[in-house]
């Protein structure tokens, strides 16, 4: 069977899919609605290279402030494309349609039946045939809805048939503009989503369209690189997968050099197929990237278990042993094969963040950094936070301006707390549930 490679391009000049370049693209944290901050964000991403840049649209009034952002973006002669970035509002959608160059939506949460997500998702399509906009149909493991996990479990198999319903959808409406995401923070479940659909596409569809991979709440620094390296380097070394976001809660201008990265290390051979056995760095992002590149995709797939350093340098010398120790650790926890330290969940924020997420975060590492074998999350909203942090025992969650409200697994049991007690009050949480033996 003759398998068809969905290709086209972006806003009228960014190819994506059938072979083109992987494009690695951001996404601004500003509200959108503060327009000089949003436009100083887009313009430092566009000089780092991205290349598509996503903004928070929730509503109708960011729809207004995204047309300004692009239209003061191009004057300036700043071509990047803009992707519009909604989750329930399916009006907010049809009105994106015609000002950004890709709308992100799940379309499943268009509404509560399903009749009528279908009927605005096909609405949807209508308008962007018309203003030539491409859709990415972005499904992310913690948001999937009661009527497919009720018959698929939260599982990588119901990510892949919940996203194929609308992929028919759009086959029969003769559209194919469309990019397809399945992210989760959890590696395993992100790698297998994303190969079943692969498969699915090209067994029951007959054509790829392009993906969009990414891990999401992969947290910042080493641990959010490596979690990033791992899903979506073990991917691109199969071949899947079209552009790439590397979240981290971290300046979204620090994803871009992190993208490119993993694409170069890739196509200098730096995964199970490319040959290589260790890694030549030039320093140390580098080479966790590389690492991880190289060794993730077999502890994930679980053909080896450990791996060895003998022969890596960095900038020409040997790797420091105790860095390789920590790069081991961080890789081992990342791969899911062994668990040495706290699990860290945590989005990278974006307009709806109401709260320093990168600083809360760091402190909140700091001071939880013994608690090896804990899962603890910290989101930046209440509307897709607690959804989004997956299986954490704890979660520290952004309630409007200045409030937090603490979860235990999916409970909330202290609501909106002012922001400045939270991380005495979750370790408070912690330490009296160590207690009691919880
Ligand atoms: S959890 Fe909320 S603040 Fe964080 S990235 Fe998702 S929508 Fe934005």
């Not at 503060?34 to 436009?39: H, M, P």
């Not at 699915?200 to 080493?222: I, K, S």
Request: aromatic share 6%.
């Amino acid at each position: 069977m003759v398998v068809r490679d969905i290709s086209f391009s972006i806003g009228g000049r960014l190819p994506i899919g059938g072979g083109a370049p992987v494009i690695v693209q951001t996404m601004c944290n500003t509200s959108t609605d503060d327009i000089e901050g949003s436009l100083a964000q887009c313009r430092a991403m566009a000089a780092a290279g991205a290349g598509l840049i996503r903004l928070t649209t929730q509503g109708l009034k960011q729809v207004e402030s995204l047309r300004e952002i692009k239209q003061r973006l191009r004057a300036e002669g700043i071509g990047t494309p803009l992707v519009a970035d909604i989750h329930f509002l399916a009006d907010a959608a049809l009105a994106a349609a015609s000002v950004a160059d890709k709308v992100r939506i799940n379309p499943g949460n268009f509404a509560r039946e399903h009749a009528v997500a279908c009927a605005k998702f096909r609405e949807l399509i209508a308008l962007c045939k018309t203003h030539g906009t491409a859709i990415r149909i972005g499904l992310n493991h913690g948001s999937l809805g009661e009527r497919i996990t009720q018959r698929y479990g939260n599982t990588p198999l119901a990510m892949k048939e919940a996203v194929m319903e609308w992929l028919r959808m759009c086959t029969a409406e003769d559209f194919y503009r469309v990019v397809v995401s399945l992210k989760a923070s959890n590696t395993c479940v992100m790698v297998e989503a994303y190969r079943l659909l692969d498969a699915a596409m090209r067994e029951e569809l007959g054509c790829r369209f392009p993906l969009h991979l990414g891990v999401t709440e992969a947290g910042g620094g080493d641990e959010g690189r490596i979690k990033s390296a791992v899903g979506i380097g073990t991917l691109l070394g199969e071949g899947i997968g079209d552009t790439i976001r590397v979240s981290l809660t971290e300046d979204p201008v620090h994803e871009i050099p992190a993208g490119e990265q993993i694409v170069a290390a890739i196509a200098d051979g730096y995964s199970p197929r490319g040959g290589r056995t260790c890694v030549e760095a030039d320093g140390w992002d580098d080479f966790i990237i590389k690492g991880s590149c190289l060794w993730g995709p077999s502890l994930l797939d679980r053909r080896i278990d450990d791996f060895s350093l003998e022969g890596s340098t960095i900038g020409g010398s040997p790797v420091p042993a105790a860095d390789g120790e920590n790069f081991r650790d961080l890789l081992l926890q990342a791969c899911r094969r062994r668990f040495t330290r706290p699990e860290y969940i945590a989005c990278p924020g974006c307009g709806r963040t109401l709260y320093d997420l990168e600083s809360t975060f760091n402190e909140v590492k700091r001071r939880t950094g013994h608690l090896a074998g804990l899962k603890i999350a910290v989101m930046g909203c209440v509307v897709n936070g607690p959804g989004e942090m997956a299986d954490a025992d704890y979660g520290y969650v952004g309630e409007g301006r200045g409030h937090v409200t603490l979860y235990r697994g999916k409970e909330p049991v202290l609501r909106r707390i002012p922001q400045e007690e939270a991380i005495d009050r979750l370790l408070e949480l912690i330490e009296s549930d160590t207690r009691r033996g919880g």
